[in-house]
């Protein structure tokens, strides 16, 4: 059950505000947040704001000396190993982490991949489904002991999740694969993620929340060919953009406001975009023509429960079980 309204709430920030602006006046010094994929693209923008407002940010890397080089000259930050794709490598971060006992106050689930070719991993798991979601699923429930009182956790969603629903008759897409239905059902699980972690991280005052950060230039879009962008409409053929971007400064924020705003206590389970709650649209609304809010599938409690019930069988983790 979504504990706030789904609407907007007025907080006076949008779609230009930066990371640094939402955190104005805003001191976390002595809070410890953990970025996923906080080295690259919105990601490492997210990183830098929270170091700057004096947060000890743990950004667990994939590519650990890519990691290194890009967070270079970032103080504050501390390094360790993890592939989102690969169960037992989310397992030993997770138990480093909580062995350390150390307690994180912000967690960004950040990480993610879009739109790439048909590709199996783990039990031979559609691998944006896999890695977006279900990866941050175990993450999150292997370090609910370290996750502290009081704790914001914030899923990376998008509004690639008008593409579809979760489909809950071929979750793995083994009738034939759609790289944009794969990412936008991906996208899905991670709003439903927020809204029953949110009810779940009641008993210990955690909150979830879910993010459209918008749409930024980044190496997420490492899968597409020109053509494609081409045809989207976002460069033309001389490679100029044609759609304006958010910076990753400006594509940063909303994960920070949500991970951060006072204007969001005792709020969760909501998709926020622009750096404000979004407006829910219904479940059939058309993404030719609807340009903000969250699809009603990507709220629906009922769903919420059923994809944390499958997440938990299918990845052998449940902190709430
Ligand atoms: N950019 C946009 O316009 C946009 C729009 C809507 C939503 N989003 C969401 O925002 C988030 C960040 O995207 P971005 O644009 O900043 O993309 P990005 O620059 O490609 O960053 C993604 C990060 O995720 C990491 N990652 C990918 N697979 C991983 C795995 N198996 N294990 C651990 N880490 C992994 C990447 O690591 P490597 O570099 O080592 O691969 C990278 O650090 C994503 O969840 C995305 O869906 C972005």
């Known amino acids: 059950m979504t504990t706030t309204s789904q609407h907007k709430i007025g907080t006076g920030f949008g779609a230009t505000s930066t990371a640094a602006e939402v955190l104005a006046g805003i001191d976390l010094t002595g809070k410890l947040a953990l970025v996923t994929g906080g080295y690259s693209g919105i990601g490492i923008e997210t990183t830098r704001a929270l170091v700057d407002a004096g947060a000890r940010v743990i950004v667990p890397a994939r590519r650990r000396a890519t ?75 292997r370090l609910w002991p370290a996750i502290a009182e009081g704790a914001r956790v914030v899923a990376l969603s998008s509004r690639g999740h008008f593409f579809s629903p979760v489909r809950w008759d071929d979750l793995q897409f083994e009738r034939g694969y759609d790289k944009w239905q794969a990412y936008g059902q991906a996208k899905s699980a991670n709003v439903l993620f927020a809204v029953k972690l949110d009810e779940l991280g009641a008993a210990k005052n955690v909150h979830a929340f879910a993010v459209h950060p918008g749409g930024i230039w980044t190496p997420l879009q490492r899968h597409l060919s020109k053509d494609e962008m081409v045809q989207r409409g976002w460069i ?46 219904p479940s059939d609304a058309d993404p030719a023509t609807t340009w903000g809010g969250v699809k009603a599938y990507a709220l629906d409690p009922e769903q919420a429960d059923r994809l944390w019930t499958l997440s938990a069988e299918l990845t052998g983790v449940n902190a709430f079980a």
């Open 67 to 141: 990691a290194e080089q890009a967070l270079a000259g970032i103080d504050n930050v501390e390094i360790d190993e993890l592939d989102l794709g690969d169960l037992d490598s989310v397992r030993a971060f997770a138990e480093r982490f909580v062995a350390g006992g150390r307690r994180l106050d912000l967690v960004i689930n950040n990480a993610g991949i879009m739109a790439c070719p048909e590709t199996r991993i783990g039990d031979g798991w559609e691998a944006q489904f896999a890695t977006n979601h279900l990866g941050h699923f175990a993450l999150v429930n």
């Open 236 to 281: 033309d053929e001389a490679g100029n953009q044609l759609v304006k971007f958010k910076t990753p400064e400006q594509g940063a924020a909303t994960a920070v406001f949500a991970a951060t705003s006072p204007q969001l206590d005792g709020m969760g389970g909501v998709y926020l975009e622009d750096c404000d709650v979004a407006e829910s649209v």
